[in-house]
């Protein structure tokens, strides 16, 4: 039987129409859970810091878009799209994704019942769990419940929050960061429980995208510490050192928890830690553990008088691609009997590294400190003393004039595609569905929090996030901009 670790005397989650995924309505519930301090992994890790010279941290990213593409125009995950179109591209391989969603499930557990000290980070788009329970693949779910809830596996596995629809932060309308966090946290709570939610502390951005814009970078590590999250995985070229450097300029600074700090147009500040994910191609590294095998050859690093180990993080799809699909196996599963055989280098999952280098006297504060990419050049050109709304953005349209590589489109995984240019025929409806929405919901949830669990906000705030999904930019203008048109215009009618 799969436990579902319900400690909490709160309220199930759940859809409030079958067809709708449970995305809203218990608020309360889940700030009460996700707000706390409380050590995650202190109680259970069985790592010992002084014994380590350095460590390494993998994430599998999985994701399948929601699109209108059931027999009648239905909502189904692309998954399911792929299964019933086989001859259309890649569709064949909709078994073998399957399999992957599914396989952390037979993996840790084989390689800890067998002695072995895995680690291991999941991200799951909120679509891609809807998609699960829509095709009823119990097999996938049970799996990730067994890892996820039962107490002899669950701590080698720690899920990463993110947004429910796949949403790139810097496109996305600064009103819905927390909504599409929310999101994730009901929807990940009504599958695995309240219990595993408090758990969820690490947040892994869609695409490695990560704003520059200093209002949206601002407003977005806030809403993640309103969230409860105490750190996100960044890409290492998406920032910078205050004096502009990048981080490959400045050693092992970048294999250590950074502190990323933000400031608004306003001269407010907020900070987060951020575990920086080293550049490269991503599937191969994380196919063939290269995070391990670089983590052989780090030494400790000093934080003020105390020796720590580094971490290498790296996160890449965790089924796309022909090495995930078909190297990670080999890759992952030997891993741990080597290092039961070497013994000083291990694997971290996140939470656990930070709260590790806690113990040992290491705060936030003592982190090296990081930027979003681009910002030294705008705050080089104000006074720090007098930073206002006009001011900045004086310097945001002056700087292009002066310096073609500099822009506010964020940075991502990859430096060679926009998730802006280019796509004013979706950005503009994503904008005005948001806006509409806003203008009908907001009030109405002022005055009656309860709102938010009616049937009709429920459906409104799903086409709200739908069209927000990167994938209807990321696979280019054709049948991916006309699902975001329809979802768009399916929209439209609910907040009119």
């Known amino acids: ?17 079958p067809e709708l995924p449970p995305i809203s309505g218990w608020e309360r519930e889940i700030t009460s859970v996700v707000q706390h301090d409380d050590s995650v992994f202190l109680s259970t890790t069985n790592i010992t810091l002084d014994n380590v010279k350095a460590g390494f941290a993998c994430a599998l990213h999985m994701h399948q878009p929601t699109i209108p593409a059931g027999k009648k125009g ?12 086989q001859d259309v591209g890649d569709n064949h391989n909709a078994e073998v994704f399957s399999w992957c969603y599914r396989r952390m499930g037979e993996f840790i557990p084989r390689i800890v019942d067998n002695g072995g000290n895995p680690r291991i980070m999941l991200d799951y788009s909120g679509n891609l769990l809807w998609g699960f329970q829509q095709m009823q693949s119990y097999d996938i779910l049970n799996e990730l419940k067994r890892i996820t809830c039962e107490s002899q596996y669950q701590p080698y596995v720690e899920w990463l929050g993110t947004m429910w629809s796949h949403a790139v932060a810097p496109s996305t309308p600064i009103p819905d960061l927390k909504l599409q966090m929310r999101a994730w946290q009901h929807h990940f709570a009504s599958i695995f429980g309240y219990d595993a939610l408090k758990r969820v502390k690490g947040f892994s951005p869609p695409e490695m995208h990560l704003p520059n814009n200093p209002d949206t970078l601002f407003e977005y590590i806030k809403a993640l510490k309103e969230c409860g999250y105490r750190w996100l995985l960044v890409q290492e070229d998406s920032v910078e050192r205050l004096d502009g450097r990048n981080l490959h300029q400045n050693g092992d600074d970048k294999y250590v928890p950074n502190r990323l700090v933000a400031r608004n147009s306003y001269g ?88 590790l280098l ?17 910002q030294h050049k705008i705050w080089n050109k104000i006074d720090l003393n007098n930073v206002t709304p006009e001011v900045v953005a004086k310097a945001i349209e002056e ?7 500099f822009h506010m489109d964020g940075a991502s995984w990859t430096d060679n595609l926009s998730w802006v240019n280019g796509y004013e025929n979706v950005l503009e409806p994503m904008n005005q569905l948001s806006a509409d929405f806003h203008r009908k919901f907001d009030s109405l949830v002022q005055r009656d929090p309860c709102v938010t669990k009616t049937p009709e906000y429920q459906e409104a705030l799903l086409y709200t996030l739908l069209v927000e999904t990167s994938c ?11 699902y975001a048109h329809e979802l768009y215009n399916r929209g439209q009618r609910l907040v009119k």
């Open 74 to 85: 239905e909502l189904i995950c692309n998954l399911q799209n792929m299964f019933e179109n």
């Open 268 to 355: 407010e500040t907020v900070s987060i830690t951020a575990l920086i994910k080293t550049q490269g191609s991503d599937t191969k590294l994380v196919a063939q553990m290269q995070p391990y095998h670089e983590a052989k050859s780090r030494e400790r690093y000093k934080i003020r008088d105390i020796e720590i180990p580094c971490c290498v993080s790296q996160i890449a799809d965790g089924e796309n691609g022909g090495v995930m699909m078909n190297e990670f196996p080999d890759g992952f599963n030997p891993v741990w009997d080597k290092i039961k055989e070497e013994g000083n280098v291990v694997g971290f999952n996140g939470t656990e590294y930070i709260e």
């Open 472 to 482: 209807f930019r990321y696979w280019g203008q054709g049948i991916w901009t006309d």
């Open 399 to 405: 700087l292009p004039t002066i310096d073609d590589r």
């Open 358 to 374: 806690e113990t040992a006297g290491v705060n936030a504060n003592d982190y090296p400190t990081c930027q979003a990419v681009g």
């Open 1 to 17: 039987m799969i436990a579902t670790a319900q400690s909490f005397n709160l309220e199930n989650i759940k859809g409030l129409k």
